[in-house]
Every structure is written in structure tokens, then in C-alpha cells.
T-cell receptor, first 115, second 116 residues
């Protein structure tokens, strides 16, 4: 079974530039998550989709971050304009649903450095 | 607001030792608790998931316990090996009525080094 795929793996941009990350979840998984993990910290949820609808985006900095999940499969996370403090790993994850027994599966992350 | 704390932040042990990693959370109304492993430059791998109605889960040399009333979980690793070196993250899932969804809140992790 293929895992959660993310691209690009690494990106270096200057502040005020824009960047986009792509995620392809495990086939059939209805729930998709984007997390931000700053070095030395645990991941923090940015946005959660159930199929193609947003379930939770309360921690997404909406002035600069946006995400979409067209057709309920792939998802894209965009940052525009980037700030230095956005340097982090952006982890995409998916699960079959959000019921109590569902295991969440993570991709390997997209590493962003803003200079 | 749910907060998750992990102690210690870092741990270095000789190979073969049994060890315990600790996790505490502030809101006992959790859905479930998961322990993850993160290797450098990699994503997270789920190790054990404990439902809110369960007290413990075991997988090989790993045993995780859950005491909801006290807001604590421990991850016990038996006979540690150098390959166990990684960061171990604890995360709790809580329901969010306002969104009809759930949220996974992570601790900051314990960085484990097992020396040969």
C-alpha cells in the first residue's frame, strides 16, 4: 500500500515569496491533515479536511496560508507571502476517518527554509 | 485548551536498558492517545494507539499505558537497541463539538539515544 506522498521535499525561498506544497493521501482515506512542525517542537494542526470539506482551520494563519482539497483527494497548501517564522516542516497526514480507532498516517514532510 | 507535556526532553541510555518515557495531558476528556516515532528527516510513524476505554497496548518490546483520570501515559521500551534511537512523540485526540471533528495535540517529544 502506497503511503502519503508529499512534494517538494525541500524548498528554500526568500521572505515575501510564495510557496506551494502538494499532498496525495493514502487511497480511500477521507480525512486529510496539514501540520506545521517547527524544529524542536511537536506538530501543530493547520487544517483538517473531511473529503473535500474543511472541518477545522482554526489554527491556520489565514492572512498568508491557504489550502484546498479539490475532488476530495489531493491537497495543496500555499504560503504567500512567506515570513522567516514559517521555516518548518509541513507534514501531510491522512486517515480513513476521524473515529476513535483510526490510525493517522504521516508523509515524510516538506522542509521549508525562509531566508 | 489541551496541553501535552513530555518528560524528559532528551534521554541517553546504554543498549539493553529498559526505559520509560512520560506524557501528561491537561484535559482528561480524550478520544484516544497515540505514541509516534520520528526519525531525523522523516515523518511520523504510529507505534501504539490506546482508545480512551483502554488501559494499555503492547507491540513487541513496546508497552504503552494510559491513566485518563490522572492525565498520564507512559511508553515502556524493553531491552533498548541502538535502532530505537529517535524522537518519540505523544499525542492526544479530543473531539471538537464546534466542528464535529477531532484534533490531535502533540507533545514536544523525547529525543532518545541508545548507545551501543
Amino acid at each position: 500500500e502506497a503511503g502519503v506522498a508529499q512534494s517538494p521535499r525541500y524548498k528554500i525561498i526568500e521572505k515575501r515569496q510564495s510557496v506551494a506544497f502538494w499532498c496525495n493521501p493514502i487511497s480511500g482515506h477521507a480525512t486529510l491533515y496539514w501540520y506545521q512542525q517547527i524544529l524542536g517542537q511537536g506538530p501543530k494542526l493547520l487544517i483538517q479536511f473531511q473529503n473535500n470539506g474543511v472541518v477545522d482551520d482554526s489554527q491556520l494563519p489565514k492572512d498568508r496560508f491557504s489550502a484546498e482539497r479539490l475532488k476530495g483527494v489531493d491537497s495543496t497548501l500555499k504560503i504567500q507571502p512567506a515570513k522567516l517564522e514559517d521555516s518548518a516542516v509541513y507534514l501531510c497526514a491522512s486517515s480513513p476517518g476521524h473515529g476513535p480507532g483510526n490510525t493517522i498516517y504521516f508523509g515524510e514532510g516538506s522542509w521549508l527554509t525562509v531566508v | 485548551k489541551q496541553e501535552v507535556t513530555q518528560i524528559p526532553a532528551a534521554l541517553s541510555v546504554p543498549e539493553g536498558e529498559n526505559l520509560v518515557l512520560n506524557c501528561s495531558f491537561t484535559d482528561s476528556a480524550i478520544y484516544n492517545l497515540q505514541w509516534f516515532r520520528q526519525d531525523p528527516g522523516k515523518g511520523l510513524t504510529s507505534l501504539l494507539l490506546i482508545q480512551s476505554s483502554q488501559r494499555e497496548q503492547t507491540s513487541g518490546r513496546l508497552n504503552a499505558s494510559l491513566d485518563k483520570s490522572s492525565g498520564r501515559s507512559t511508553l515502556y521500551i524493553a531491552a533498548s537497541q541502538p535502532g530505537d534511537s529517535a524522537t518519540y512523540l505523544c499525542a492526544v485526540k479530543v473531539l471538537r463539538e464546534e466542528t464535529s471533528g477531532s484534533r490531535l495535540t502533540f507533545g514536544e517529544g523525547t529525543q532518545l539515544t541508545v548507545n551501543p
